[in-house]
């Protein structure tokens, strides 16, 4: 019987070399008793959350944390039921990317939401007040927000601004370029914390929804 | 202090030539300071070449630094292929919708020439002018987004990184097209007064993809491209990782290279020492919150670890000053330089 980390390990090397079929074979092995939602939470999250991290200690590169999140996706997309959106019991997640038609980031926050199985709402590149209305209207109560440019980085604190007239709570989280090279940026603009690595956003969700999942 | 007894020409070039000069030049890469400086808006300034020449020398009169800056934006390339500029009143233009959406397109492109893009005159223009008034005195940097990246911005980085992995028949093409047109590109620079091309190549860097599939990719594009373009190349990953193909970049046929600002500037100048100069590494985000002590501090540690031996120019890590910093800011990193960067560095003892 192997152990958690020595499957997690075999999984994350799988994703490395971009093999699709041994990544597959690992979590789907039937001799493995585990709910497949276990699985997931012990050997994909695990290994997209280490990617991550290898990814901002300038261990791997972008490409393979992409790809990763790729394969990861489509393997949990096979595995768990669909949702259309956020059901009993989940914070209510929303994700854009702000006044920008470049969405790696974005793209990649999705996947790794959707490998976790955790819905959201995907609002795709909008401005700061549509953004705002889209999240009052849909009750979200966590917003994802990703940047490419300075310029934009600096308008979350409109988003900002524009939630606190809500009148309920909402968590910001930000991510991106400019708050990565920035470290102080995203206190600046009023967010509730920064991802330095899309997987980072796992645990923040559960930071903010009150414990784990 | 020491007067200063070189030119900005014959600092840049001693320090190029891997020797000390009398002081470590700077570089602070101005693009869109330059319509702050004229009082215009971004769109506008950016409408013409004569506006980013004026802005050019009056920005070198006021800070005195040394290079002037032909820039404009990356998104004029990505213009010459069909693609749009979107523009802020508080930054520099973004590329709007990727011209190339449909990879299978790829086989029947045709790269677009250089005098049928209005986009990359307006650029040539403002070389022409520069040339004409400063001649010699100082280099003129100019841009090309090297073929291996510019994709990121004709088809979007998803649809790419899914190309390099996925389609390699693709990939060959592409890379095929867009060689001709950088080489093009940026031979006209060349040809209208340019001192050095800086080749921006940031999907090379091993912060987006890892160096075994750099070796099949965006370096042998290099080296075919830089060979070609027939003058000075710098090579710049507009702040991603390089210390992992340091080798590699000086066998691209470059002369200098821009260090990243999450990059050890001083294990960097151990590695490149005698070999390649370094142009670096001041953090520009960070840079719009700085005051004059921390711009002083930060040149100084910068100088400190790469300026020994000369091969140095000061510098920020992204090509790019942002639009936020503000002269006051600007002004303390020239007074910075020539407070600490005169050689010899005796104060580092």
């Not at chain 1, 209207?137 to 440019?149: N, P, Q």
């Not at chain 2, 630094?65 to 749009?84: I, N, P």
């Not at chain 2, 031996?309 to 790019?320: K, P």
Request: one cysteine or more; hydrophobic letters at 40%; proline letters at 6%.
């Amino acid at each position: 019987m192997k152990s958690r980390e020595e499957r997690s390990s075999e999984f994350e090397a799988a994703l490395l070399a971009l093999d699709r079929l041994e990544a597959a074979r690992l979590l789907t092995d039937e001799g493995d008793e585990r709910h497949v939602t276990a699985r997931i939470e012990q050997d994909v999250v695990p290994a997209m959350e280490r990617l991550g991290r290898l990814w901002e200690d300038g261990r791997v590169s972008l490409s393979q944390v992409y790809m990763s999140g790729r394969i990861c996706e489509e393997l949990v997309g096979r595995l768990l039921p669909q949702h259309a959106e956020p059901s009993g019991g989940d914070a209510r997640i929303g994700l854009a990317v702000l006044e920008d038609r470049h969405i790696l980031g974005k793209r990649m926050v999705a996947a790794t939401l959707t490998a976790s199985g955790h819905p959201f709402f995907d609002y795709g590149s909008v401005n700061a007040e549509t953004l705002v209305e889209r999240v009052e209207a849909d009750g979200v109560e966590l917003l994802l927000v990703s940047t490419l440019m300075l310029n934009s980085a600096l308008r979350v604190a409109k988003v900002r601004e524009g939630l606190d007239r809500l009148g309920r709570p909402v968590r910001l989280i930000v991510g991106g370029a400019p708050f990565r090279l920035e470290p102080e940026l995203w206190r600046e603009t009023g967010a509730d914390a920064m991802c330095r690595n899309a997987s980072e956003v796992v645990s923040l969700i559960d930071r903010f929804s009150g414990g784990g999942r | 202090m020491v007067r200063s007894s070189m030119t900005s020409m014959e600092r840049v070039v001693a320090a190029l030539s891997l020797k000390e000069p009398d002081r470590v030049p700077w570089f602070p890469l101005l693009t869109t300071t330059g319509a702050r400086e004229l009082g215009l808006p971004i769109r506008e300034y950016f409408s013409k070449g004569s506006n980013v020449a004026e802005a050019q020398l009056r920005m070198r009169k006021k800070f005195g630094h040394d290079c002037l800056y032909a820039f404009m934006h990356a998104s004029a390339e990505v213009e010459a292929w069909g693609g749009e500029s979107v523009y802020y009143d508080d930054g520099p233009p973004n590329c709007g919708m990727p011209p190339l959406a449909d990879p299978e397109r790829i086989m029947s492109l045709q790269p677009p020439r250089v005098k049928d893009s209005p986009s990359l005159i307006k650029a040539l223009d403002a070389i022409r002018l520069m040339k004409e008034r400063a001649g010699d005195e100082v280099p003129i940097l100019s841009v090309v987004i090297s073929p291996f990246s510019l994709p990121a911005m004709q088809m979007g980085l998803e649809s790419y990184l899914l190309l390099i992995h996925e389609r390699q028949d693709l990939l060959a093409r592409l890379m095929e097209v867009n060689e001709e047109f950088t080489v093009e590109w940026g031979r006209a620079q060349v040809d209208a007064g340019t001192t050095a091309v800086v080749y921006f190549d940031p999907l090379s860097s091993p912060t987006i993809i890892p160096r075994e599939l750099y070796l099949k990719t965006g370096f042998q594009v290099a080296r075919r491209t830089i060979s070609r373009i027939g003058g000075p190349v710098a090579m710049h990953f507009a702040s991603g990782r390089c210390i992992p193909i340091l080798d590699d970049v000086v066998q691209t046929g470059v002369g200098v290279l821009c260090a990243g600002c999450e990059e050890d500037l001083g294990e960097l100048k151990r590695l490149a020492k005698g070999r390649i100069a370094l142009v670096g590494n001041l953090n520009g985000l960070e840079m719009r919150r700085w005051s004059p002590a921390r711009v002083e501090e930060e040149v100084k540690r910068a100088i400190a670890v790469a300026g020994p031996g000369g091969g140095f120019i000061l510098s920020d890590s992204h090509g790019e000053i942002p639009w936020q910093v503000s002269d006051e800011v600007i002004f303390a990193m020239g007074e910075a330089v020539r407070r600490w960067g005169e050689y010899p560095l005796d104060w580092r003892s």
